[in-house]
């Protein structure tokens, strides 16, 4: 199977169009040796030309012109999306729906009740939805391999994370199963698996079994520092406040990294802030020692 990361940053992409922190201003000014980055989405195939998309950033239009395998035009009007999977309900990941409403049939949309939950009442982009191509939602099982209809040579197994919904979301105080999943998706064929979690908070003994017997992890890369945002003076929460595990540290995600013997290690969902973004960054050359790589919009991954 292939694997496109469509998008590599988190909320609010890279270089964030308010924000001057040393990466932003650098990247623009380019003081900085650095790439700009989309908001964070995958695509996976089995087959080359029917595409399961992972979130739906709201850079998808842009992101979809740069990716001419999912625009295959076997008819007038035509996408290699054959159907979207949903990590979560946050901004960042789902409003590029609204932008898929040209879509000639409803959207086959799989993901947890509880993010369907979100979609249709804190953020209602299914009602909304249903006034152009309407949303066909299958609930994501929260244990156990699923094949997903279209979509040949694929296996996806969804495990709940534990995180928080959206800050928009009735639940935001009340944590419901599936709020968060990471993924595991298979290939039939060579039995080759990626685990995909790009918000992960912490990591209980199941994630980690996930973890090790995957041969490429894509997962959280937000923040180096566990106090990034509120150092900067961003915002008063914490990495954990905000349900992701920073790269430093003790417990950090290099430090878990290292015990796993996948074959990649890959960081996805950046923040703006992070500075493994600049290419000539100290925290940059600790991850090339460690094995671990840094996404980037267009990588592709063979497996
Ligand atoms: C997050 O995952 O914390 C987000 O990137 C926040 C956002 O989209 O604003
Ligand atoms: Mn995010
Ligand atoms: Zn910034």
């Not at 169009?17 to 000014?29: D, L, P």
């Not at 939602?137 to 495990?159: M, Q």
């Not at 959280?220 to 915002?235: I, K, N, P, V, Y």
């Not at 923040?271 to 991850?287: F, G, H, K, Q, V």
Request: proline share 6%; hydrophobic share 45%; net charge negative.
């Amino acid at each position: 199977m292939k694997i496109i990361v469509l998008g590599s940053a988190a909320g609010g992409g890279f270089p964030q169009w308010n924000c001057n922190c040393r990466n932003c201003a650098g990247v623009r000014s380019g003081a900085v040796r650095a790439t700009p980055r989309t908001q964070s989405s995958i695509a996976v195939s089995a087959n080359g030309s029917d595409w399961v998309l992972i979130n739906a950033s709201p850079d998808i239009l842009s992101q979809l012109r740069a990716t001419p395998a999912l625009q295959p035009a076997r008819a007038a009007r035509d996408s290699g999306i054959a159907a979207v999977i949903l990590m979560d309900a946050q901004v960042d990941h789902v409003t590029g729906l609204l932008m898929l409403r040209e879509a000639g049939a409803p959207l086959p949309l799989y993901c947890s009740a509880s993010v369907w939950g979100d979609l249709n009442t804190g953020l209602p982009l299914a009602p909304v939805l249903g006034h152009y191509c309407g949303v066909q939602w299958h609930e994501l099982a929260l244990a156990g391999a699923v094949s997903l209809p279209g979509i040949e040579g694929i296996t996806f197994t969804a495990l709940d994370l534990s995180s928080k919904a959206p800050p928009y979301s009735p639940h935001r105080h009340n944590p419901a199963p599936g709020d968060n999943i990471g993924l595991l998706i298979a290939d039939s064929a060579s039995g080759k698996s990626l685990f995909y979690a790009p918000g992960l908070g912490a990591v209980d003994p199941r994630v980690d079994a996930a973890m090790r017997g995957a041969d490429c992890v894509l997962v959280d890369g937000t923040f180096w520092r566990a106090d990034e945002m509120q150092r900067l003076g961003f915002s008063a929460k914490s990495a954990a406040d905000m349900g992701h595990l920073p790269q430093s540290g003790a417990n950090g995600m290099l430090a878990l990294l290292e015990g796993i013997g996948a074959r990649r290690k890959i960081l996805i969902h950046i923040n703006n802030t992070n500075p493994i973004l600049d290419d000539d960054s100290a925290e940059r050359a600790s991850l090339a020692r460690h094995g671990v790589e840094v996404a980037f919009d267009g990588m592709e991954i063979d497996l």
